[in-house]
């Protein structure tokens, strides 16, 4: 859980528009995408560096309400990994959250990435 000054309608936009996504991710160097905001069901590829890319499917979506989530699917090697990011409204600012599962040691290594990534997300 991370908290931040930003509003809760920009870090919203900042998670539901994937080409938004490496403003705020360092890990990020870009996404292809074929929408302009998330969408269940639909699929891309995040770039990473060195040319690592990482295949994702969304698999939810709930922008309504003063609670907002999302959740997805990644793949990495033969590994895939659940996320499910959630966007609070907390007096002028925000919280956000972000659950993991997949294999304990990725995990593991993801947690410190992860965590960065959502403190710039929420500045």
Same mark, same amino acid.
């Given at each position: 859980?991370?908290?931040?000054?930003? &509003?809760?309608?920009?870090?919203?936009?900042?998670?539901?528009?994937?080409?938004?996504?490496?403003?705020?991710?360092?890990?990020?160097? &870009?996404?292809?995408?074929?929408?302009?905001?998330? /969408? *269940? &069901? /639909?699929? %891309?590829?995040?770039?990473?560096?060195? %040319? =690592?890319?990482? *295949?994702?499917?969304?698999? /939810?979506?709930?922008?309504?309400?003063?609670?907002?989530?999302?959740?997805?699917?990644?793949?990495?090697?033969?590994?895939?990994?659940?996320?499910?990011?959630?966007?609070?409204?907390? %007096?002028? %600012?925000?919280?956000?959250?972000?659950?993991?599962?997949?294999?304990? *040691?990725?995990?593991?290594?993801?947690? *410190? =990435?992860?965590? /960065?990534?959502?403190?710039?997300?929420?500045?």
């Amino acid at each position: 859980m991370v908290d931040g000054p930003c &509003g809760a309608d920009e870090v919203w936009d900042r998670y539901a528009r994937p080409s938004r996504w490496a403003e705020w991710a360092p890990q990020i160097r &870009g996404v292809t995408y074929q929408g302009e905001v998330i /969408a *269940p &069901g /639909a699929a %891309g590829v995040v770039h990473g560096p060195v %040319g =690592v890319r990482v *295949p994702f499917r969304i698999v /939810a979506v709930d922008a309504d309400g003063p609670v907002r989530r999302w959740a997805w699917e990644v793949r990495v090697l033969t590994m895939t990994l659940w996320l499910e990011h959630v966007v609070e409204a907390r %007096g002028t %600012g925000v919280r956000t959250r972000l659950s993991v599962a997949g294999p304990a *040691p990725v995990v593991a290594m993801y947690r *410190p =990435v992860a965590w /960065a990534a959502l403190r710039r997300l929420v500045r």
